[in-house]
């Protein structure tokens, strides 16, 4: 079954701390895998892209990490914000070369809450 | 270029009424996306449509949902006989045609749906 399991569920940090989100999913065929930012009441922005052959990406702040061999990746923040108070969403893609298209699997997110 | 549309944004309805939901894909998108969003959950899948065309509906409830993506205006998303079950989150993405080289896919803000 195709699936996508973040942790942890939620996360409270200070303002300027660092922290790293974890994401395993079993999708298969894989395509690629994002991280989105989904702030409240808000639908998800793209944060980083990775396809198999990537071991990491950057974004500014956020550097998302891939592992494919053991279907593992992380978002990690660095000195957080206020703003970045938000859902963190890992996103599978699945590879549908028939309908050329890529179904997205959601992970059910993190919920970071930045302190200050 | 505005991003992806969704109206309403808040939709109220009684128990056995219809709901339609919008959405106006992004400037040169003919890929439309529908996602639920249950409270605490992640986003799920629930259909694929191009112009005129339900490519993947494997996500949608068998009864009272339906989509289409007519060739002139928005994609609707239309739920018959409501139920308390149908409140949450909906989501419409879009993306370009494949063939431009990315399947990266824009979220509107989302119609959040009460039934009373």
């Known amino acids: 079954k195709n699936q996508v399991e973040q942790s942890p569920q939620s996360l409270i940090i200070l303002e300027g701390k660092n922290c790293t989100l974890q994401?395993?999913?079993?999708?298969?065929?894989?395509?690629?895998l994002r991280w989105y930012k989904q702030d409240t009441g808000r639908g998800p922005v793209s944060l980083t892209i990775?396809?198999?052959?990537?071991n990491t990406k950057s974004n500014g702040r956020y550097t998302a990490t891939l592992d494919a061999d053991t279907k593992q990746s992380s978002l990690h923040i660095t000195a957080s914000q206020l703003s970045d108070s938000a859902s963190y969403i890992c996103v599978v893609s699945l590879s549908f070369w028939s309908g050329g298209y890529n179904k997205l699997i959601f992970g059910a997110g993190t919920r970071l809450a930045v302190h200050p | 270029n505005a991003g992806v549309m969704q109206n309403p944004r808040h939709l109220v309805r009684r128990r056995g009424q219809e709901a339609r939901l919008r959405c106006s894909p992004m400037k040169g998108h003919s890929h439309v996306y529908w996602y639920r969003q249950l409270p605490e959950e992640g986003l799920k899948f629930m259909v694929y449509?191009?112009?005129?065309?339900?490519?993947?509906e494997s996500g949608m409830p068998k009864e009272r949902f339906s989509a289409e993506f007519p060739k002139e205006g928005p994609s609707i998303l239309r739920i018959q006989q409501v139920v308390r079950g149908d409140s949450a989150a909906y989501f419409c993405?879009?993306?370009?045609?494949?063939?431009?080289?990315?399947?990266?896919?824009?979220f509107g803000p989302g119609t959040r749906l009460t039934v009373l």
């Open positions: 993405a879009s993306s370009p045609p494949i063939a431009t080289g990315t399947d990266t896919q824009y």
């Open positions: 994401c395993n999913y079993t999708v298969s065929p894989f395509s690629n």
């Open positions: 990775m396809t198999f052959s990537e």
């Open positions: 449509l191009q112009k005129e065309n339900i490519i993947d």
